[in-house]
């Protein structure tokens, strides 16, 4: 299993940027897709983008697409998120989560499809 560990988060102001890293270690990490996640007080953790085993493909939810990018690179086992123009609403607990299933192209969505998540990393945004 993967262990992971975000760091990165914190506060920023309304229009500003944040790049959010997720460190893993375990020698599958490079087999998995990777994702990130956020949750805000009293709301469902939702998925915030994907990226697939090798990089080749990212996927994103319609609320942060053209102003999230995801990354990684396995050499380093590490995926990043970097958020710009941030918005108050954009204010949640991010983590990052290794995929269940190996050399995968399907673009998980769901958090039950991924095995392995970090502790999470606060981000805040004020307006």
């Known amino acids: 299993q993967v262990q992971l560990v975000e760091s990165g988060g914190g506060l920023v102001q309304a229009g500003g940027s944040l790049r959010l890293s997720c460190s893993a270690s375990g020698r599958t990490f490079s087999q998995s897709a990777m994702a990130w996640f956020r949750q805000a007080p009293g709301k469902e953790r939702e998925l915030v983008g994907g990226?697939?085993?090798?990089?080749?493909?990212?996927w994103y939810a319609d609320s942060v697409k053209g102003q999230f990018t995801i990354s990684r690179d396995n050499a380093k086992n590490t995926a990043s998120l970097q958020m710009n123009e941030l918005k108050p609403e954009d204010t949640a607990v991010y983590y990052c989560a290794a995929g269940k299933y190996w050399y995968s192209s399907t673009r998980y969505s769901a958090p039950g499809d991924f095995g392995s998540w970090g502790q999470g990393t606060q981000v805040t945004v004020s307006s």
């Open positions: 990226i697939k085993w090798n990089g080749a493909v990212t």
